[in-house]
């Protein structure tokens, strides 16, 4: 090493001690440039190779939801019958397997009740919404409604998602159906039920998603998504249609909160000419898009949200997301050839 | 030296390794060159041009550029450069591919413009149409307007059995091609057309058949497009019978396998000389 040479490293070196901390990510020793996703206050950079797992071993089909436990787990529901719940640690380490009889393995919802966790899961294929333990043992199965004259057979049920309350309450969106929304006490017993198939402002095509929205104390509410509608809707507990924010371009899968903000996994860009279009989707706590990462920044004109849609090919077709208390993001997707998670690191 | 050497590992080790939380990763991420540009946005006012139509191209990223042909070439960075609205006044083929210098350039996106064809006098579907998908009934396919990828926009005729057409232009017109616009849509099991068997009578009773020789290439993947069949007629015709199938079975590798596929046909054009 010439003296040159040797004084304009010790520089570099002596330049990167004192920015240690701003330098991080930005240390340009190659041409290597992280992708960084996402808008405003909330971005990311993205781990493809999180939660790989053998194929031939524990093996995905469609990913259709992700939830974290109490312990922090990441949990995971595809529709493969070999193991349909699939548990890693946050790191993406697998944990765990179980679940055999779940062939449409769609909706995965926590519940924790007097300190114990138990997992709702929807099946469209069995017509059926079934509650269990967290590690996997039967405590209540729910079918077709049928006392309530809407539906003609119990094949028409095809529950998508659920959301518990405090209570132990719980509701169940039929998206994948008739698009009912049902209100059930904690036995199970069915209390209400309202929605339906239309394009009323209390109807849906495709209440794809649905959660419990407490984060006004003093009003709590329901969130649900009418996907094909690229609509958000606020319904009060019992029933009653309270307000609806349009998401433009946009098929919202459910809603996620976190905070006092909502994540969305989306299925696709509705314009889009190719395959694989979906991204995601923030609003903050005003019920404002802040972020959109894998699409265009989220721009209001006139307080009307310009059309959403993917710009470059990250996501296929996500479906669901979960968020941990480090603010990352654990992204499920349908139909994206058998492939696992993906997390996304805040920054 | 031994000191540099270690300090320099460590500026290195933390530089790579530090996330706004403080945690260390030991993973690496994606990198935005392994990363394609999705294909930029194209809007049209309408695809059958009677005085003018326009085109915006657009891609929400920063720094990207678009670039276009009106050749079926695909675009390169030496092509024309998308800058302002386009106004379309001709028949023709626009190509539009995404670039920016951190990404792999987008896949190709195209858009077709046809000349506005002849008013037909008498058009009859004499197969029966699917109630579900009748857009506006069999005029639909003679309206003058093609419809988008929106297969419920109204402006599209879906079936799952062939449809059989009479068209009669009570004069002897010399009619040189025919336009078939189609849907591809297979996550909707919309597929291409299959065949199509077009007979024609210059007398109005005695039906002779036309080679069309259209073979579509077998779709081996999803595929979302707009189809466009131009089949050269090059004759004296008054009275005219066209049969256009579905596909039949849908391919293995698709969830609908051996399935009839939905067949959706938008337009069908008329042109002679003097459209």
């Known amino acids: 090493m010439n003296r040159r040479n040797f004084l304009h490293k010790s520089a570099c070196i002596s330049a990167g001690i004192l920015t240690l901390p701003m330098y991080s990510g930005a240390y340009a020793f190659d041409t290597r440039k992280d992708l960084i996703i996402g808008h405003n206050s909330h971005r990311y950079k993205v781990d493809m190779n999180w939660g790989n797992l053998h194929s031939n071993k524990v093996p995905v089909k469609d990913c259709h939801e992700i939830i974290q436990d109490s312990k922090g787990r990441i949990v995971l529901l595809t529709n493969h019958v070999k193991n349909n719940i699939i548990i890693y640690d946050k790191s993406g380490k697998l944990l765990d397997t179980w679940g055999t009889t779940y062939p449409g393995a769609h909706g995965l919802t926590l519940s924790v009740e007097n300190g114990e966790e138990f997992l709702f899961i929807t099946d469209y294929d069995r017509h059926q919404v079934i509650k269990t333990t967290i590690d996997g043992r039967e405590v209540m199965t729910l079918d077709c409604p049928a006392d309530t004259g809407k539906y003609k057979n119990k094949e028409e049920f095809k529950p998508t998602e659920t959301t518990v309350l405090e209570n132990g309450d719980f509701y169940v969106a039929d998206g994948y159906g008739n698009q009912f929304i049902l209100h059930y006490n904690h036995k199970g017993e069915l209390l209400n039920i ?140 349908w139909n994206s050839g058998q492939t696992y998670p993906i997390k996304l690191t805040r920054i | 030296m031994k000191a540099l050497i270690i300090l320099w590992f460590a500026v290195f080790f933390y530089s790579c390794t530090t996330n706004k939380k403080g945690s260390i990763v030991t993973k690496s991420f994606l990198q935005t060159k392994e990363v394609q540009l999705a294909n930029p946005k194209i809007e049209v006012d309408h695809m059958i041009i009677d005085t003018s139509s326009r085109v915006v191209a657009s891609l929400g990223l920063d720094n990207v550029e678009i670039y276009y042909t009106i050749d079926g070439n695909e675009p390169t960075r030496k092509s024309k450069k998308y800058e302002e609205t386009i106004i379309v006044s001709k028949p023709g083929k626009y190509t539009f591919k995404a670039f920016h210098s951190g990404f792999i350039p987008s896949e190709t996106e195209t858009v ?164």
Request: with cysteine; hydrophobic share 35%; net charge negative.
């Open chain 1, 194 to 333: 309202f929605g339906g198939r239309g394009t009323g402002e209390s109807q849906f095509l495709n209440a794809h998603g649905i959660c419990f929205d407490q984060r006004d104390k003093e009003n709590p509410v329901l969130l649900i998504t009418a996907r094909e509608q690229n609509t958000l809707k606020r319904f009060s507990l019992e029933g009653d249609f309270l307000s609806s924010m349009e998401v433009p371009g946009a098929l919202i899968c459910r809603p996620v909160i976190h905070g006092n903000e909502i994540y969305f996994a989306v299925l696709k860009s509705k314009e889009a000419t190719h395959d694989d279009s979906g991204f995601l989707l923030i609003m903050n706590e005003k019920n404002e898009v802040i972020s959109c990462p894998g699409a265009t920044k989220p721009i209001y004109k006139d307080s009307q949200l310009t059309e959403l849609y993917q710009t470059i090919k990250l996501f296929q077709h996500p479906h669901d997301v979960c968020v941990d208390e480090d603010d990352n993001i654990y992204v499920a997707q």
């Open chain 2, 112 to 275: 077709s413009f046809y000349k506005k064809g002849i008013n037909v006098d008498h058009f009859s579907v004499i197969s029966s149409l699917d109630k579900k998908y009748p857009g506006q009934g069999e005029n639909t396919l003679i309206n003058h307007q093609k419809g988008s990828l929106n297969f419920k926009d109204g402006q599209w005729i879906g079936v799952t059995e062939p449809i059989v057409a009479v068209i009669d232009f009570k004069d002897m017109i010399f009619l040189e091609s025919l336009d078939i616009g189609y849907l591809v849509n297979t996550s909707a099991w919309i597929f291409p057309i299959e065949e199509v068997f077009i007979s024609f009578s210059e007398d109005g009773v005695n039906f002779k058949s036309i080679e069309t020789n259209q073979i579509l290439k077998e779709l081996t993947k999803d595929t979302t497009k707009l189809g466009n069949m131009h089949i050269s007629i090059q004759k004296e015709i008054r009275k005219m019978r066209i049969e256009i199938t579905n596909t039949k079975s849908i391919p293995e590798w698709h969830q609908g396998k051996s399935n009839p596929g939905w067949l959706f046909m938008d337009e069908w054009i008329f042109n002679t000389k003097n459209n």
